[in-house]
Nanobody, 116 residues
Framework: QVQLVESGGGLVQPGGSLRLSCVAS????????MGWYRQASGQQRELVAT???????NYADSVKGRFTIARDSARNTVYLQMNSLKPEDTAVYYC??????????WGKGTLVTVSS
């Protein structure tokens, strides 16, 4: 079992920045990919960014050049640095850890609101 706790969400003006954190606890042995997803009101959950255990990263086209995913293995923490935020980035952001056997773990989410 893996437990995930997100933090760092909040209200920010357009053009501003936020950094989300996701701290994992439990058995990380089978985890091979970590990432962030988001779900806006009335919409489906969508991928934002992922980082593999080996370090390769993947971003949604909508956030490329603005968001950066990183991890601190020693602290079992994954970060999402979000710059140049837009109102359309408003959503609940969820941390995900994916195991090689297909099991997915999710955090409870943190709300990001981009508004003036």
């Amino acid at each position: 079992q893996v437990q995930l706790v997100e933090s760092g969400g909040g209200l920010v003006q357009p053009g501003g920045s936020l950094r989300l954190s996701c701290v994992a606890s439990g058995n990380m042995f089978r985890i091979n990919t970590m990432g962030w997803y988001r779900q806006a009101s009335g919409q489906q959950r969508e991928l934002v960014a992922t980082i593999a255990r080996v370090g390769s990263v993947n971003y949604a086209d909508s956030v490329k050049g603005r968001f950066t995913i990183a991890r601190d293995s020693a602290r079992n923490t994954v970060y999402l640095q979000m710059n140049s935020l837009k109102p359309e980035d408003t959503a609940v952001y969820y941390c995900n850890h994916h195991q090689w056997d297909g099991m997915d773990y999710w955090g409870k989410g943190t709300l990001v609101t981009v508004s003036s």
